[in-house]
């Protein structure tokens, strides 16, 4: 073709049709991606596309966006190493799904190509990503990032991320990414474990350096379901964000308005449904307003709280707290939740009380009558006007607050209302259906049941029939032990959920063991262990063994370890034998003992003490020891650690009821000498427990404020707990 046929021909094709081009591989992907032009669509074909890192780069135009999609919106895979950017103007991408991997960089969706080179007027759009996690947990990425200005992200599935680094982040690190006008809306943000060190919010926009910049973002409609993370599930860093119609479910954590002024909290429902540490909305700085939001069975304290409205540093600091300051509480549902705080964090630095805010129209109520409001500091500076309690008999505020006898009555939205007064929420709230969120295509996980799910696998007495049954079972199956000894020559691991118990209970089973450990819990692992005796007397005679220990290597997903009527003895061939020792990297959401005894050990019943170099990483969320009798452990009955001083965890929360300890702790290699060992534990529970010729349990607090209660516990030849602050 002559050079002036090539120009008309482009014309041509210009003015009459945009193109869509199907690729296969990625090398059709780079050759069509080089000449697109506005109203060009690029469809990767159905299948895997492994190791993928695709940059979609174009100027298009409002009427005529560019679009990359996929050929059929269930059946197009990134896997491996992959992600995705773009650049330019006037971009759509929808219908990928990112699983079976993850990204090599920092992020797995950027808007924007590097920095200065970002994405404007652009849409990202029913795309999945699942799971894809590095492979380390406490290595860091972003899921999401939005540069550049006047994007939207929309019914798009997030769900699982495991490693560490906030889901999605809006940044603000340029002018061109300023001022942004971004759309958040109709998003699923489902299930996101306990982090167990701070990075786990779902959700930031902006950071505290440019937190005095106006981001005009709208986060509107989404679906955050059990985003638990750490203590922010949003963290708003920036200015005049609106914060609208948004469920919270079963979420642990708030919104925290934590820097930046100007934003609008209005119409949102958090359903916590009485589970422990869900909270609602945290205010800091000035001219917020919160509105119209419907908030209940938030069981969540402190800075955690149903609505917490927090002191600021006089002067602060861009990285601490502003004064609250001409902000509007009003019409707000906050029922059948645990607190509601006025004044939060009041202390010695945190001095500048609330100025200039009404808190007007808002309802508060439980059933019961007991006070929820809490205040820590001078409320002088916030107006209270025309707001309801329910038959409270002592409130610690007069002015503008009414108690009076309500009942409460379902409206067709779902929520509770007040039957014959109007106040609290409005009636028309219009509640978010999951379903209208994220897309239809992928399914929203449900309950988060592990154990017992499956079917039962006898093993018979003698060698390697337990080991077969563990190689054989799958996720959620019980393993049933026929009475007598199992003697088990491997390590048997458990990357599945699994329980395994006795048959029969009048004939127990027993277990000997000839390595290092009988069980490795990996990746994806739960143990569950039921009616057994265990003695490690067969072990080899080496120091450092383990009845049960997790993987060396990084798990992403959290695990589960509860023994239940188990009898413990022997771990005495060497020293250091542990019943239980938690790997560096690995996160239990819950280690519950219950009804078992633990005789003649040399090391720890549950050494949860790898994680020490303080940087707020620790072991496990729940460690509950209850009914158990322990008696000549050179070690302790736990040694639990969390060092570094943020804030950002409600963890970890230990309890120890209704045990006896008989001469615990004092092995020459117990470095602690306590029977009990805890640093930085968060909540403490120990009560009704003898202690007889032991070490005394030895707490040490080291940052927030951690809930202590040692009660009704007798000591014999044992002193009495020490606790200190560091
Ligand atoms: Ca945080």
Redesign the pocket.
């Known amino acids: 073709m002559k050079p002036l046929l090539i120009v008309l021909a482009c014309l041509l094709s210009v003015a009459t049709h945009a193109r869509e081009t199907i690729v296969r591989s990625q090398a059709e992907y780079q050759e069509a991606v080089k000449t697109l032009r506005a109203g060009d669509t690029v469809v990767l074909a159905n299948g895997e596309w492994r190791d993928f890192e695709v940059l979609f780069k174009g100027e298009g135009t409002a009427e005529r966006p560019i679009t990359l999609t996929a050929e059929t919106k269930d059946q197009v895979f990134l896997t491996g190493q992959s992600n995705l950017r773009l650049a330019g103007e006037y971009l759509v991408v929808s219908g990928l799904v990112f699983k079976n991997g993850h990204s090599p960089t920092d992020v797995v969706i950027a808007f924007r190509e590097a920095q200065g080179e970002y994405a404007n007027n652009s849409r990202v759009t029913k795309v999945v990503i699942d799971r894809f996690n590095k492979p380390e947990r406490a290595e860091f990425d972003v899921w999401v990032m939005m540069y550049g200005k006047n994007n939207r992200f929309d019914h798009n599935h997030l769900v699982g991320k495991g490693n560490q680094g906030v889901t999605m982040a809006v940044r603000l690190d340029s002018a061109q990414s300023q001022e942004n006008h971004h759309r958040i809306d109709h998003n699923y943000f489902g299930p996101r474990q306990t982090l167990g060190s701070?990075?786990?919010?779902t959700l930031r926009i902006g950071t505290s350096h440019y937190s005095l910049t106006n981001s005009f973002t709208t986060v509107e409609n989404n679906y955050f379901d059990r985003c638990d993370g750490?203590?922010?599930i949003i963290?708003s860093k920036s200015g005049r964000n609106v914060f609208r119609g948004n469920v919270f479910f079963e979420s642990r954590g708030t919104l925290t308005l934590r820097h930046g002024n100007d934003n609008v909290v209005e119409g949102n429902v958090f359903l916590g449904n009485h589970v422990e540490h869900t909270g609602g909305i945290r205010v800091i700085n000035k001219r917020q307003t919160v509105r119209n939001n419907y908030l209940f069975g938030l069981t969540g304290h402190r800075f955690g709280g149903a609505l917490v409205i927090m002191n600021g540093v006089p002067n602060s600091p861009i990285n601490r707290y502003h004064q609250v300051e001409d902000s509007v509480i009003e019409n707000n549902s906050i029922i059948e939740s645990s607190h509601v705080e006025l004044a939060a964090g009041a202390d010695k630095e945190r001095s500048a009380p609330p100025i200039r805010t009404r808190f007007t129209g808002n309802l508060i109520y439980n059933a019961n009558g007991r006070n929820i409001l809490a205040v820590h500091d001078d409320v002088s500076g916030i107006q209270f006007a025309r707001n309801f309690v329910h038959k409270v008999a002592k409130l610690p505020i007069s002015a503008g607050f009414s108690s009076r006898e309500m009942k409460l009555q379902k409206a067709s939205n779902g929520l509770l209302y007040p039957i014959g007064v109007n106040m609290g929420a409005n009636r028309k709230l219009a509640v978010l259906d999951k379903d209208a969120t994220g897309v239809a295509w992928y399914p929203k996980p449900g309950r988060d049941e592990r154990f017992d799910t499956g079917t039962t696998i006898a093993a018979l007495a003698g060698a390697d029939s337990l080991a077969k049954a563990v190689a054989r079972a799958q996720a959620g199956d019980i393993i049933e032990l026929a009475g007598g000894a199992h003697v088990v020559e491997r390590t048997l691991i458990i990357d599945r959920p699994l329980t395994i118990r006795s048959a029969d209970t009048a004939r127990r089973a027993s277990i000997e063991f000839a390595r290092n450990a009988l069980f490795e819990i990996a990746d994806g692992g739960s143990l569950k262990l039921i009616g057994l005796d265990i003695s490690g007397k067969t072990a080899p005679d080496v120091a450092g063994n383990s009845v049960i220990r997790t993987s060396r290597y990084s798990m992403l997903n959290n695990y589960v370890l509860e023994v239940d009527d188990v009898a413990v003895s022997h771990l005495d061939v060497n020293h250091s034998f542990n019943f239980f020792t938690a790997a560096k990297g690995t996160f239990a959401d819950h280690i519950r003992i219950s009804r078992s005894t633990f005789s003649d050990i040399t090391g720890h019943v549950l050494f949860l003490s790898n994680e020490s170099e303080d940087l707020g990483i620790y072991s496990a969320e729940y460690i509950t020891i209850t009914d158990s009798k322990f008696a000549n452990i050179e070690g302790t009955v736990a040694d639990v650690y969390r060092g570094g001083t943020d804030e950002?965890t409600f963890g970890p929360h230990f309890e120890l009821s209704g045990a006896s300890l008989q001469s615990v702790g004092s092995g020459k290699r117990n470095k602690s000498q306590a029977s009990v060992r805890l640093l930085g534990v968060q909540a403490i529970d120990i009560h009704n427990n003898t202690f007889s010729d032991s070490r005394p349990v030895r707490v040490t607090h080291t940052v927030g404020e951690p809930v202590s209660t040692i009660v009704g516990n007798h000591y014999v030849g044992t002193p009495a707990p020490e606790v200190d602050t560091l």
């Not at 701070?198 to 919010?201: A, R, S, T």
Request: cysteine-free; glycine content about 22%.
């Open positions: 701070n990075g786990g919010e750490e203590v922010e963290s950002s």
